[in-house]
């Protein structure tokens, strides 16, 4: 399996049952133990992008507790960074040998070149154990050339975040379309109120909405095809659609005024604070709206709204089981890697859903009675998803991600047209080939 089936239509009934499977375990989560016949504690190192304010920093340390008390002999390590730096610091460890025995990866394009350096450990040999908890379909986007090289942890999806006491005062309603999101961005912005948060410094966050906008112009398989180089142009008419819509959205100050400077962290602040009305990011900040918003119950959210149906439906998103794990072909302890690596993500995979800031990859045995109504409803946009794609920067390969990162930069501060950008983003593509 390789990576043109990133995108597929998914009957995702089977999140139901992952949802509601039940697999015994010793009661600390964790099924895996290793037994170690020397004195000596032996250490591994663990990288992720889970800093401490990250949705899923707590999953992580919840997950590590676990795995440590059930295997005294062995300690983890857990260093985090930022997203942005991550991305080199990675690409960076693979070209040096450097890498720590299991390390945070997204899966598709993005890894693909680590897998090909031969610098990755195939699980294949350590997956029947958990096959029954993890299916291999969800595992599609750590499987190359037939061959497993990670394990996933949850299955986020795009959406527009909103918050209900600012809809509510201004009689808004949820919009579906884009001629229904337009209208709603107008009350807002002769209310004086910024419809739209986001940050054009982690510019992941800004690709988020335009990713989205791509989608319900283009539709999945398009969509798949022209960025997966099968067949296709960049310059196709509803490319330029997404494009066009893209930058109406900045003429008409939906954006809020310095998002160009600010972080993911501080853009997201403001969004919880009520300075600004939505934000479209990763369903993961369900999480983060229930320990950093003061009144968590104010918050909803929203497919994105569609802009050609004949294409595209609201219930196709960008998103998927990308989020994984991976293990350094140099590990010192590569079996012992290999294990914990399946066991932290099926931990990650429970604690993040009950945490409300994901849905879960795996099937697990839980009581799930507190988490959130918003929590909940995610859960059933990815139950009910008619397509799951992957982000562009991730589907891509990192020259093809970066020049479309820089890209979407210009388009969005000016200096490109709409029709430059889809010319210079089918330009981009073709290098390399």
């Not at 993500?345 to 994901?358: H, M, N, Q, V």
């Amino acid at each position: 399996m390789d990576k043109k089936i990133v995108t597929r239509i998914l009957g995702f009934a089977l999140i139901a049952v992952l949802l509601s499977g039940c697999i015994g375990n010793n009661g600390s989560g964790v099924r895996f133990q290793y037994t170690n016949e020397a004195d000596d504690i032996i250490e591994l190192v663990l990288w992720s992008i889970a800093t401490e304010n990250d949705a899923f920093h707590q999953s992580y340390l919840r997950a590590i507790a676990a795995f440590e008390e059930a295997n005294p002999g062995v300690r983890i390590r857990f260093e985090t960074f930022d997203n942005e730096s991550y991305k080199t610091k990675i690409r960076l460890a693979v070209a040096t040998n450097e890498l720590p025995d299991i390390f945070f990866v997204w899966g598709g394009g993005f890894s693909r070149p680590f897998v090909e350096s031969g610098k990755v450990l195939a699980l294949d040999g350590f997956y029947a154990y958990y096959a029954e908890q993890l299916p291999r379909m969800v595992l599609e986007n750590v499987i190359f050339d037939e061959l497993l090289y990670g394990s996933v942890m949850t299955i986020p999806i795009s959406v527009t975040f909103y918050n209900r006491s600012i809809f509510a005062q201004y009689g808004l309603e949820v919009p579906t379309t884009w001629e229904e999101f337009i209208k709603v961005c107008q009350v807002l912005i002769e209310n004086d109120i910024s419809p739209m948060g986001t940050s054009g410094k982690d510019l992941w966050v800004l690709a988020m909405m335009f990713d989205g906008l791509a989608l319900k112009s283009v539709g999945a398989e398009r969509l798949r095809q022209v960025l997966l180089k099968e067949e296709g142009s960049f310059t196709e008419e509803e490319f330029l659609e997404a494009a066009l819509k893209f930058r109406e959205l900045v003429e008409m100050g939906v954006f809020y005024e310095r998002a160009h400077a600010l972080s993911n962290d501080e853009a997201s602040a403001r969004f919880y604070d009520g300075e600004v009305a939505m934000f479209t990011t990763g369903s993961w900040m369900v999480g983060s709206i229930q320990t950093d918003a003061d009144n968590p119950s104010d918050f909803g959210a929203f497919p994105i709204p569609v802009i050609n149906g004949e294409n595209a439906g609201l219930m196709d998103f960008m998103g998927g089981a990308s989020d994984a794990l991976m293990v350094s072909a140099g590990s010192e302890h590569p079996e012992l890697a290999a294990q914990a690596t399946f066991e932290l993500t099926r931990s990650i995979s429970k604690y993040a859903y009950l945490d409300g800031a994901a849905v879960p990859a795996w099937r697990i045995d839980f009581d799930d009675g507190e988490i959130s109504p918003l929590g909940k409803q995610i859960v059933a946009y990815v139950t009910n998803a008619t397509s799951l794609t992957l982000w562009f920067d991730i589907m891509l390969e990192a020259e093809h991600a970066n020049s479309y990162l820089a890209l979407l930069n210009e388009l969005f501060i000016g200096t490109v047209s709409p029709e430059e950008f889809v010319t210079k983003m089918a330009d981009a593509l073709v290098v390399g080939e």
